[in-house]
């Protein structure tokens, strides 16, 4: 080949790399969970690398990433996020467009038993990931994970940002404190950071442990002829369930906005949770009344009676709205559940 022509091949090929778009790079903490698992089949979708992250990569357990069918396309990095160097090791290594910061500690009933895990995992956690954005000086989005939970008890008014907080448990507590980390450390040191607080979603990646997934599963046992008597705390608390395969579509256009700002995710609707089991059972039809014990040693120490989103703000700016409501949502998890198609 003459020179002329290899200078030639060299510059189409050098044109060709720069056509190609450049992927983005995503790191997900809490990859493994059921919101993490969902946002990485998400991203992978648009073209994404996607990195994720585990205490420990070599013991977790990755079910729900490998249910979805994404667990061979996603790098997976030990990383602990109570400690500043392990976060700063992998931000280097990663060198992330965005990071989702989806770990901690998220049960509500057990933060009443493990409060030190659910405070140190979720205020410390969040610290070290605006800290190491910070130290490093990159031009990275972060998107924290808020919770409806740190508004506490809204009585049947649709919850705005803005609306004080009014923590009930140790998860609350946690949630909002790290709401404000982020908000001081985008108006204080310029970082795009923003939290997105999300009301309950479910989806069958739940844990057994969730009362959503316990619900479901023990319908779907009972009418299957398993004779055994579901037991359940207070019926009368009001929750606003949305579908979490579209919540963390919501995750992502957040941070797809020119400036960061703090959303509400929610349906907008709120439903008790006798309507849910209502609903669950009349799935399998049965009547849940001949199935369900009213236990009052699953009461929690504090609990919020009403808990509702108003979406209005995410469907203005960011063009999303729920297309699934509580009876939708029961009834796609009972199908999943009948199905074998639940994780664990």
């Known amino acids: 080949m003459a020179p002329e022509e290899t200078v030639q091949k060299r510059t189409e090929q050098d044109s060709a790399m720069q056509a190609q778009p450049v992927r983005k790079r995503a790191l997900i903490t809490g990859i493994s969970g059921q919101d993490g698992a969902y946002l990485a089949k998400n991203l992978l979708a648009r073209g994404y690398e996607v990195h994720g992250t585990s205490r420990d990569s070599e013991t977790t357990s990755f079910w729900r990433l490998e249910h979805l069918g994404v667990r061979g396309n ?9 400690e500043l160097h392990s976060v700063l090791h992998v931000l280097r290594q990663v060198q992330p467009d965005e990071i989702y910061n989806l770990a901690g500690q998220s049960s509500v009933s057990l933060s009443f038993e493990q409060p030190l895990e659910t405070m140190t995992s979720n205020i410390i956690g969040t610290l070290n990931l605006l800290e190491a954005i910070r130290f490093l000086g990159v031009g990275v989005r972060l998107y924290n994970a808020g919770s409806s939970e740190s508004f506490g008890d ?60 316990k619900i479901v599963s023990a319908a779907c046992r009972i009418a299957a002829g398993s004779g055994e008597t579901l037991h359940l705390g207070n019926m009368d608390v009001q929750r606003d369930w949305g579908w979490a395969e579209e919540y963390v579509e919501a995750m992502w256009r957040m941070l797809q906005q020119p400036e960061p700002r703090d959303y509400v995710i929610a349906t907008g609707v709120q439903s008790s949770l006798r309507d849910f089991v209502h609903e669950a059972f009349a799935c399998v039809g049965l009547d849940w009344r001949a199935h369900v014990h009213a236990d009052p040693s699953l009461l929690r120490p504090s609990d919020i009676a009403s808990s509702v989103g108003d979406p209005a703000v995410a469907e203005r700016e960011l063009g999303w709205k729920a ?6 949502v029961v009834k796609e998890m009972i199908r999943h559940e009948q199905a074998g198609l639940s994780g664990e």
């Open 74 to 82: 996603v790098v997976i990095h030990s990383m602990s996020a109570t």
């Open 154 to 213: 809204v009585g049947g008014v649709p919850a705005t940002i803005g609306k004080p907080f009014n923590p009930r448990s140790p998860y609350a507590v946690a949630k909002a404190t790290a709401f404000w980390e982020v908000a001081n450390y985008r108006e204080a040191y310029g970082l795009y950071a923003c939290s997105g607080v999300l009301f309950n979603h479910e989806s069958p990646l739940r844990s057994p442990r969730f009362v959503t997934r």
């Open 323 to 328: 297309t699934m409501h509580m009876p939708d």
